[in-house]
């Protein structure tokens, strides 16, 4: 089973930017679908984004469109989550996950085959 370790949560200004990390281990990597869920404090789970094995099939939510952008480097093993004009609202805890059910089913955020232990993000003045 693949493991993931997320890393690049941080604080960050409304309008800024952010770069997440999910360096994942194993050579099976490359047939997962990876993905990234939020949870803030008080909030269920939230569906973020979503890339297929391939890197030719993505989803977002609709509270990202057009400011998220998710990518994979399967060579490196490592997906990414670029965050650009980040609001308050976007203040979480940033989850990776992988599925071998593909974009679809981590598009529940509900169980998953394999989650990273997570990154803060904070957007604060």
């Known amino acids: 089973q693949v493991q993931l370790v997320e890393s690049g949560g941080g604080l960050v200004q409304p309008g800024g930017s952010l770069r997440l990390s999910c360096a994942g281990s194993g050579r099976t990597f490359t047939s997962y679908a990876v993905g990234w869920v939020r949870q803030a404090p008080g909030k269920e789970r939230e569906f973020v984004a979503a890339i297929s094995w391939s890197g030719g099939l993505t989803d977002y939510a609709d509270s990202v469109k057009g400011r998220f952008t998710i990518s994979r480097d399967n060579a490196k093993i490592t997906a990414y989550l670029q965050m650009n004009s980040l609001k308050p609202e976007d203040t979480a805890v940033y989850y990776c996950?992988?599925?071998?059910?593909?974009?679809?089913?981590?598009?529940?955020?509900?169980?998953?085959?394999?989650w990273g232990q997570g990154t803060l993000v904070t957007v604060s003045s």
């Open positions: 996950a992988a599925d071998l059910g593909g974009v679809r089913r981590i598009a529940t955020a509900g169980p998953l085959d394999a």
